[in-house]
Nanobody
Framework: VQLQASGGGLVQAGGSLRLSCAAS????????MAWFRQAPGKEREFVAA????????YYADSVKGRFTASRDNAKNTVYLQMNSLKPEDTAVYYC?????????????????WGQGTLVTVSS
C-alpha cells in the first residue's frame, strides 16, 4: 500500500490543523493505521493509532484530549485532527500502515509509511 500524507503547515499556538493520509494500492480497510512524528534532533515517536474499523483509537499521553484520529474506509483516508496545538507539537508527521502491528506504538512494527508532512506551531 502507498501512503500520501498532507495537511501540514504553519499555525499559531492554540490553533488547529487536520492531517490527511490517502492510501492506494491495497485493501485499506484491512490495515491498522497510525500517526507518528519526528521533531528535529529527536527520535520518531508514536502519536495515535486507529483500528481497521475506526472503532478503536489510541493516543500518546502528550496528545490525548487534543488530537483525534479517524478514518473513512470508503475514501481510503485516515485523518488526524489536531486542536490546541503547542510549539512542542512541531514535527514532521508520518502516517503508517500495517496489517497486524504487534505493538501499535512502535514504529518498526509498521511496514508502510507515507512521506511525512511538516507541522510548525509558532508561539
Amino acid at each position: 500500500v502507498q501512503l500520501q500524507a498532507s495537511g501540514g503547515g504553519l499555525v499559531q499556538a492554540g490553533g488547529s490543523l487536520r492531517l490527511s493520509c490517502a492510501a492506494s494500492g491495497g485493501t485499506f480497510s484491512s490495515y491498522r493505521m497510525a500517526w507518528f512524528r519526528q521533531a528535529p534532533g529527536k527520535e520518531r515517536e508514536f502519536v495515535a493509532a486507529i483500528s481497521w474499523s475506526g472503532s478503536n483509537t489510541y493516543y500518546a499521553d502528550s496528545v490525548k484530549g487534543r488530537f483525534t484520529a479517524s478514518r473513512d474506509n470508503a475514501k481510503n483516508t485516515v485523518y488526524l485532527q489536531m486542536n490546541s496545538l503547542k510549539p512542542e507539537d512541531t514535527a514532521v508527521y508520518y502516517c503508517a500502515a500495517d496489517l497486524h502491528p504487534k505493538n501499535r506504538h512502535l514504529s518498526y512494527d509498521y511496514a508502510y509509511w507515507g512521506q511525512g508532512t511538516l507541522v510548525t506551531v509558532s508561539s
